[in-house]
């Protein structure tokens, strides 16, 4: 997915471009308040603003669309809904030949746009309506749900594909379209192309495309909240493993739903496990597409978006909190130290402690050794190494994906269809998929999975933390610390990683980093990787989006990369120590240390004129 394509420079032929996308846009759009605002611009001669809408069409790519919403070819709206659904309903006819028994499912979040008339609920109506015009049956969920309940659906009632309106912990003004295929996973190449060659042959809106009444009383339309929720947790219930302390455990925990759509789905999980239901944050339970109380409703940005929780949890001594994301399909854990101060537990962190968890549960149940070679689980290239770790000291498989779980959802299908048990898959943006009956990552499984996690411990005196601690001193310590710089120019961005591949103006990497000397390459733009006998990388690699890996002499693995979905250029480092108690301070000191040097060496700020992520 990637955010539209610079402007182009002005000129006769941008204009009259400009033109023909304006004219069209006002002979198609039905909605009287986008249909409105283009007609003001057109009338002021504003042409800055008229080149921002319709400068260039939102690209769908594997993660479908995500744009703010607003008037225009580059925006979210009812118009570009309607062409987007139109693309992937023919393309999807040429892929099954049994649509129209089947179906799809659709399903949406709590946002809205009131100035444009947008809402997911509206689209999702819009998305629908598009498929009942062609014969093919669609389950609508009549309410919100998380997103995970959309890739759960497809499997559960064997659909062709799904639809998620979500822009999940995106700024308020933004909006999504994300898809899954019929394996229950999000797509991946080359569907995203043909359908994205699909929508461009499908423009103009078909004959009732905005005439969403045919909806009420279709024989087609289908609502499967109620029994797809029922089944949802009788599905879950499986993954509870302690059903009597849970009962009976004195910890309490707050729960916030960062004023998305997790709230219900959680207090109903809690219940799944016999739990006394999580104590909500109030100002936060309730969905809001305005996120009044933060400044980004997203949990991975820490403290700032917990700061509620944390009074909460003070004020009824809670030891624990968990935190969604508004999509509920991330989730955020955070427990009270002695020391009386709140940790935040990393991505990376909390998919060590459910990976030790999750094959500790399983292991329990599965004695027999000859079980664990047909065992697996999952990591993306960019989070730590520790299942790794614990998976050759325990024996059975780890395998990493690229980044995204896209790859950890369809590998995961191709293993289980071929007998194999995946126990568990992690990316360290804290995606956690603990219940394979969801090829994607599930912030409602993983609250209450971490919930039973911690009143496990509870019962042996141990805190979160300090299971943490003994895992790393058990399969050794992996340090992990990770950022970002924001670069809005992607010619800037360019340079930066042309850079790295030149960095003796010679065709060559880097040897060094500061005092850093780097043992190995992989650059899977290109697909060069200098550990491999052939120089040619293993896992896929792609022209459009940057990522070098670099591993040094030390131990530490850094990987660069671009983001999919923001003007962002991340970094993550790790490093890795063998098993036994080695110094984790000294870890610290010496990751600190490199990290600094790839931010003054491989990222140069200044020269690049780089946005450092705001602390």
């Not at 309607?82 to 992937?88: A, E, H, K, L, P």
């Not at 799904?162 to 898809?179: C, R």
């Not at 495309?209 to 909806?215: G, H, I, M, N, Y």
């Not at 944050?281 to 409703?297: G, H, L, M, W």
Request: glycine share 6%; net charge neutral.
């Amino acid at each position: 997915m990637a955010a539209p394509a610079a402007p182009g420079g002005s000129g006769p032929g941008t204009d009259s471009l400009l033109d023909q996308e304006t004219a069209r846009w006002l002979r198609w759009d039905k909605n009287p308040l986008t249909l409105e605002s283009v007609k003001q611009l057109v009338a002021e001669g504003n042409k800055e603003e008229l080149q921002k809408c319709f400068r260039a069409r939102m690209e769908f790519g594997t993660a479908g669309l995500r744009a703010a919403m607003g008037a225009g070819v580059a925006r979210m709206n009812d118009l570009t809904i309607i062409q987007t659904t139109q693309g992937f309903c023919r393309y999807l006819e040429k892929q099954f030949s049994d649509l129209k028994q089947r179906g799809v499912v659709i399903s949406f979040d709590a946002r809205a746009h009131p100035a444009s008339g947008s809402s997911s609920r509206r689209f999702a109506r819009l998305a629908a309506t598009t498929f009942i015009t062609q014969g093919i049956p669609v389950y609508l969920f009549s309410d919100i749900t998380p997103t995970p309940f959309v890739p759960y659906t497809v499997l559960h009632l064997k659909l062709c594909a799904g639809i998620m309106i979500t822009a999940s912990h995106n700024p308020k003004q933004d909006d999504g379209y994300k898809v899954y295929w019929d394996n229950g996973a999000q797509i991946t190449h080359p569907h995203d192309k043909g359908i994205a060659q699909a929508i461009e042959e499908n423009l103009e809106p078909w004959p009732q495309a905005w005439d969403d009444s045919l909806l009420n009383g279709s024989p087609l339309l289908h609502d499967p909240t109620a029994s797809v929720t029922k089944d949802y947790y009788e599905d879950l219930r499986k993954y509870c493993f302690h059903r009597s302390v849970n009962r009976e455990t004195k910890l309490k925990f707050v729960h916030t739903s960062v004023h998305g759509v997790g709230h219900t789905f959680v207090q109903s999980a809690f219940r799944a496990f016999d739990f006394v239901p999580p104590e909500a944050v109030p100002e936060q339970k309730d969905p809001d597409p305005e996120f009044p109380t933060v400044k980004y409703p997203n949990p991975e940005e820490g403290k700032g978006v917990l700061t509620l929780s944390f009074a909460l949890a003070d004020k009824i001594k809670a030891k624990v909190i968990l935190a969604n994301d508004p999509d509920a399909d991330r989730l955020a854990v955070a427990e009270k130290q002695d020391s009386g101060e709140w940790r935040v537990f990393s991505g990376n962190e909390l998919g060590a402690l459910l990976g030790w968890w999750l094959f500790t549960c399983w292991k329990e149940k599965n004695q027999d050794p000859s079980a664990l070679k047909d065992t697996y689980m999952l990591s993306s290239t960019v989070s730590s190494k520790i299942l790794r770790a614990i998976a050759l000291k325990e024996g059975f498989h780890f395998e990493e994906t690229l980044t995204g779980f896209k790859w950890m959802g369809n590998r995961a299908k191709q293993l289980i269809d071929q007998g194999k048990n995946v126990l568990f898959a992690f990316e360290e943006a804290i995606g956690y998929m603990c219940c394979p009956f969801v090829l994607d990552k599930d912030g409602v499984s993983a609250a209450v999975i971490s919930a039973e996690l911690a009143s496990f411990l509870a019962t042996k005196n141990l805190s979160l933390s300090q299971q943490l601690k003994a895992i790393y001193v058990e399969y050794g310590y992996h340090i992990t610390k990770a950022s970002y710089f924001i670069c809005h120019d992607q010619g800037t961005i360019k340079k930066l990683f042309e850079n790295l591949r030149n960095y003796d103006g010679k065709n060559n990497y880097p040897k060094t980093c500061g005092r850093f000397e780097i043992s190995g390459i992989r650059d899977l733009t290109t697909g060069y990787d200098d550990g491999q006998p052939d120089k040619k990388a293993v896992l896929p690699t792609s022209k459009s989006s940057q990522m070098i890996t670099f591993t040094f002499a030390n131990g530490c693995v850094a990987t660069m990369r671009t983001s999919g979905t923001e003007p962002k250029i991340k970094y993550y480092a790790e490093l890795c120590a063998p098993p036994g108690n080695s110094d984790p301070e000294q870890l610290k000191k010496e990751l600190n240390e490199l990290v600094t040097a790839i931010e003054e060496h491989f990222f140069q700020p200044q020269k690049y004129n780089l946005q450092a992520k705001a602390e």
